[in-house]
C-alpha cells in the first residue's frame, strides 16, 4: 500500500504544480462554477461540445487545495474526447469510488484515476476531489453553478 501512497503523492503535486488545461477555453458552450464554501475551493469548468455530443475541449481555472487542481487537471485529461454519455458515466464512477460504492475489482472506466482512491480514507478531502467533477456534472447538464453542499450538491439528493 505505501507503493500506491507514493504514486498518489507523486501524481497529485505533479498535476498540482503543473495543472493540464488549466485557463479558459474559447468557443465553451458549456461553462460550470463549482465551490466548496467548507474550505473555499472554487473551479470554473468550460467544454465543448460538438453536434454528436462529443466533448472536444475541456478546461479549468480557479484555485483550491492540491487535491481538488489536481483532480480537475485529471479529469480534463481523461474527458476530453468522450462522448457526454461517457463522460457523465466516468463521473459517476469517480464519486462513487470517492464514496466507497464502487467495486474497483469489477469493470471500470477510471484507469489512472484510481490514484484517488486513497481520498476516500480522508473523509474532509472527498469533496475536495469530488469539487471539479460536480462541476463538470452540471456543466454538462447546462447548469450554471454547483457545491458540494445543501442544495446545490447533486449527490446528497440520490
Not at 447538464?141 to 446528497?156: A, R, V
Request: hydrophobic share 35%; net charge negative; charged share 25%.
Amino acid at each position: 500500500m505505501s507503493d500506491m501512497r507514493a504514486l498518489y503523492q507523486e501524481v497529485i503535486l505533479d498535476h498540482n504544480r503543473k495543472p493540464r488545461n488549466f485557463g479558459p477555453l474559447d468557443g465553451a458552450n458549456r461553462v460550470a462554477q463549482g465551490t466548496n464554501p467548507l474550505c473555499g475551493d472554487n473551479y470554473t469548468i468550460y467544454a465543448r461540445v460538438n453536434d454528436d455530443d462529443i466533448v472536444e475541449a475541456v478546461s479549468f481555472e480557479g484555485s483550491g487545495c492540491a487535491i481538488s487542481k489536481a483532480a480537475a487537471s485529471m479529469m480534463t485529461t481523461r474527458i476530453k474526447g468522450k462522448k457526454v454519455e461517457s463522460a457523465e458515466q466516468l463521473i459517476e464512477e469517480f464519486r462513487a469510488m470517492l464514496t466507497g460504492e464502487l467495486d474497483l475489482q469489477a469493470d471500470h472506466s477510471l484507469g489512472h484515476l484510481t490514484v484517488f482512491e486513497g481520498v476516500a480514507q480522508l473523509p474532509q478531502r472527498v469533496k475536495c476531489a469530488v469539487l471539479p467533477w460536480h462541476a463538470m456534472h452540471a456543466a454538462l447538464e447546462g447548469d450554471e453553478e454547483t457545491s458540494t453542499e445543501g442544495d446545490s450538491d447533486i449527490w446528497s439528493k440520490e
